[in-house]
């Protein structure tokens, strides 16, 4: 059965480093998200990407932020400059026409 | 803003036990819910997906239902098991034309003894 994978699945950052967070969505899906859960709040809407655009964000989602889909099945976010607030862990979820969203494993960035 | 309640936040239950997990959200507004189930440390294992236009949806010992105009989803678990052990996510989703997003709540994080 086709899932969302994501890498790394833990990574470990200086504050003020930018990290790149990598996604492969389902390969015929076309929306994709990022989440975020920081240890024991709740899961946290970051950004929607449609059609090779952002469809929407959250407040939580400023400058710092960005993501791309750089070729045909990878998405992935950026954070420009971690700080500790940051560490979280984040998660892709992907979807087709139907809104139900397919989540990957998360990938657990820790910023020292 | 929709908001998502889950009440209690954790249940210790002996296997063998039905047992119902309640959801209630604010903005009625919705175009469909879904169950989740994270284990620790662990992603987000989508259980069931309602649509706004159904009441009732299941799948093996699993039970959604929805009362969108009360703001409100309960997920029955029938004959537990200490594997269903983890914490079960409501989240309902509002969508705008191409944008759509899940609210979660904070989880009902479920034990069953054996």
């Known amino acids: 059965e086709p899932e969302v994978t994501q890498t790394p699945s833990h990574q470990v950052t200086q504050m003020g480093q930018e990290v790149i967070l990598r996604c492969v969505p389902i390969s015929n899906h076309l929306y994709f998200y990022w989440y975020r859960q920081i240890l024991g709040q709740k899961v946290e809407f970051l950004v929607s990407f449609y059609n090779n655009e952002i469809s929407e964000k959250s407040e939580i989602f400023d400058d710092q932020f960005s993501v791309e889909r750089p070729d045909g099945s990878n998405f992935t976010l950026k954070i420009r400059s971690t700080k500790l607030e940051d560490s979280a862990m984040y998660f892709c979820?992907?979807?087709?026409?139907?809104?139900?969203?397919?989540f990957g494993p998360g990938t657990r960035l820790t910023v020292t | 803003k929709q908001e998502v309640t889950q009440i209690p936040a954790a249940l210790s239950v002996p296997e063998g036990e039905n047992l119902v997990l309640n959801c209630s959200f604010t903005d009625s507004a919705i175009y469909n819910l879904q169950w989740f189930r994270q284990d620790p440390g662990k992603g987000l294992t989508s259980l069931l997906l309602i649509q706004s236009s159904q009441r009732e949806q299941t799948s093996g010992r699993l039970n959604a239902s929805l009362d969108k105009s009360s703001g409100r989803s309960t997920l029955y678990i029938a004959a537990s098991q200490p594997g269903d052990s983890a914490t079960y996510l409501c989240a309902p989703l509002n969508r705008t034309g191409a944008n759509s997003k899940l609210t979660f709540g904070k989880g009902i994080t479920l034990s069953v003894r054996p």
């Open positions: 979820a992907s979807s087709r026409d139907s809104p139900e969203q397919y």
